[in-house]
């Protein structure tokens, strides 16, 4: 495949998160399309993501630790990360 093999960063609740990071840092493009691709269940209360608050500590050392972001770049992406939780839960 065009991405070659990866592996998901060993980061407690942000592998996939780290692992899109690592995708788009080699180069490689992200996306919104404004159609659906795939159909799945909704998350439950209580699930891993579901409280975004209680990520901060995890996406701060997945920028920090694995992307080795300075800590203003590291406060940039954490604040952008916010936003575009807030502007998703609007839509």
Request: proline share 5%; net charge positive.
């Amino acid at each position: 495949n065009a991405l070659g093999t990866r592996l998901m960063p060993d980061m407690p609740k942000r592998q996939d998160y780290g692992l899109w990071l690592s995708i788009m840092r080699d180069g490689h493009d992200a996306r919104a399309l404004r159609e659906p691709l795939a159909v799945y269940r909704a998350h439950q209360a209580g699930s891993l993501s579901s409280n975004k608050l209680a990520l901060i500590p995890f996406n701060w050392a997945l920028y920090r630790e694995h992307e080795h972001l300075s800590v203003p770049r590291s406060a940039r992406a954490l604040a952008g990360a916010a936003w575009n939780s807030v502007r998703k839960s609007r839509i």
